[in-house]
């Protein structure tokens, strides 16, 4: 039968210069992410040669040799040239002009992107570790905030507006649990992240490489993924590393937005430390919450990198375009993330708050609304929305008035009940401090999760542990991951130096 008449094999003579860069210069932009992970992948790729005898020991020395000189070699001194093609490339005829055609031994059995899944994995693990142990230490200076603003009365809002009293430590408390929340997914996708493709040929394994275990511990990884196709061309646990990163700025994104409306002077609740706030050329009097847009922005930043990345990845399946921007999209969203939460940690660690200003500001509003309500229902027996209906009216007339919440009386109340029902509840001269005055409001506050101190600082407590336990878990995947690259190069140095084959 005759093969119809076609282009096929590889092509000859140069790439275009648009390909050049476009193409190339955007892939080899990525190096810095995966040199480290490629000198790392294609040293286990050859020792499990040799242990195979695929590889004939003193070309596997060799190779071992020079990639030990390599693993030596900072990204920036190592020759990448988009002008080759992407980064394996350029590794490649650099192998190639120091051990000719032996060189080729790195191909066999596997592609040459499955170097980079290698690499790409091995980055960001090591990225979620580092972004995980810098949310334990955001929790801990939030913690440690709120430990000491238990007491500090403050006027709670939502819609910017106020709501109901409450203490500035419970406040700050309700960012720690999404904060570490998002942590411990990223755990989880660390733990995803952290398997193996190697062996899995391009989409349906190697008869080279039938037992796929071996690189997968030398490298540090849990296991292998299974199914061959799915290791190679696999990208849904990135799209979930970028919605975790981004679900966590955005928690931080919330919090510097209120803390940017709180430092103006028309609430003056909180000052940021000098260090995180930046003065403008024109007006002396400025002292502009810097820091606070830097986090603001960079959550738009990181909810555009998801969108785009799941843009590219709509697509039909094995295509390499998916993988192609994840070498780059993914570390530099995890970078971000990794930045913008040691600067929000900063900016909690060292935040000025305002008692007094704080104080001052539940005397300016109803923020004792909802407390009167519900002591009329168990004090006159009423249902909730005629109790409802009374202190709206009570309120409205009050602040037409100019009567702070604090000062409404019985009186005020038996007026509203008049005209809403129709006859008097009997308040004139009772006692309301208990539902006015905010201090005793927020001690009633003592359910679960209230903001009454005594269930505030149980809550502390166990944040402050959780954040230590979540140090303790980076800390044991580091030492895995630390042990399994020293064993890795330990034993391509002894093979190199023909103290003992693989």
């Known amino acids: 039968m005759t093969a119809p008449t076609r282009r096929s094999g590889p092509p000859q003579g ?9 193409g190339f210069t955007l892939e080899n932009a990525d190096a810095p992410f995966l040199h480290a992970g490629l000198n790392l992948a294609d040293i286990a790729h050859v020792l499990d040669l040799l242990r195979r005898d695929i590889v004939p020991a003193p070309v596997a020395r060799d190779l071992l040799r020079l990639l030990l000189e390599v693993e030596q070699i900072s990204v920036e ?8 093609g992407e980064p394996y490339n350029s590794r490649e005829r650099f192998f190639v002009t120091r051990l000719g055609k032996d060189a080729g031994w790195l191909h066999a059995g596997r592609p040459r992107r499955e170097a980079a899944r290698i690499a790409l994995r091995i980055h960001v693990r090591d990225q979620l570790l580092e972004l995980v142990a810098e ?51 990223l755990l989880e996708e660390f733990d995803d992240v952290n398997r193996s493709p190697a062996g899995a040929g391009c989409v349906n394994g190697t008869r080279l490489l039938d037992d796929r275990t071996f690189v997968a511990a030398a490298l540090g990884f849990d296991e292998v993924i299974e199914h061959t196709r799915d290791a190679m061309w ?68 990181l909810i555009g990198r998801l969108t785009g990345f799941l843009a590219v990845a709509k697509s039909p399946s094995a295509r390499s375009d998916n993988l192609i921007f ?28 305002n008692v007094e200003s704080m104080a001052h500001g539940l005397d300016a509003g109803y923020t004792q609304a909802t407390d009167l309500s519900e002591f009329l229902v168990q004090e006159c027996r009423v249902d909730y929305r005629s109790a409802y209906d009374v202190v709206g ?24 009940a008049i005209a809403e029902t129709g006859q008097s509840w009997g308040l004139a001269g009772k006692d309301l ?24 600082e149980p809550m502390i407590t166990r944040c402050a542990r959780e954040a230590d336990e979540l140090q303790a878990a980076v800390e044991r995947r580091r030492q895995s991951l630390d042990r399994a690259e020293r064993q890795l190069l330990e034993q391509a140095r002894r093979t190199a130096e023909g103290v003992e084959e693989a």
């Open 135 to 185: 949310v334990a230490n955001f929790a801990r200076g939030a913690t440690a905030l709120s430990s000491r603003h238990v007491d500090t009365l403050m006027p709670d809002q939502t819609y910017l507006q106020q709501a109901q009293p409450s203490t500035f430590g419970h406040y700050i408390l309700s960012f720690v649990y999404p904060a570490m929340r998002d942590a411990h997914r």
């Open 14 to 22: 140069s790439a275009a210069r648009e390909l050049i860069d476009s």
């Open 433 to 456: 401090s208990a539902a006015l005055d905010p201090q005793l409001i927020i001690e009633t506050r003592v359910g679960t999760g209230g903001a009454a101190p005594t269930s505030v």
């Open 77 to 84: 001194d190592f020759p990448y040239d988009p002008e080759f």
């Open 393 to 416: 009216r009570t309120v409205r007339e009050a602040s037409r008035n100019g009567i702070a919440g604090g000062s409404i009386t019985g009186a005020m109340l038996d007026e509203a």
């Open 234 to 301: 696999q990208i849904d646990g990135l799209i979930h590393v970028l919605a975790s990163a981004a679900s966590l700025l955005s928690t931080q994104s919330k919090l510097a937005e209120d803390l940017e409306i709180w430092s103006s002077s028309e609430f003056d609740f909180v000052d940021l430390a000098d260090a995180y706030t930046r003065s403008s050329v024109l007006m002396p009097q400025k002292r502009n919450p810097y820091s606070l847009a830097i986090v603001r922005g960079a959550s738009g930043v």
């Open 326 to 353: 994840a070498y780059g999209e993914v570390p530099r969203a995890l970078d971000l993330s990794i930045r913008v939460t040691r600067l929000m940690t900063g900016v909690v660690r060292t935040l000025e708050v």
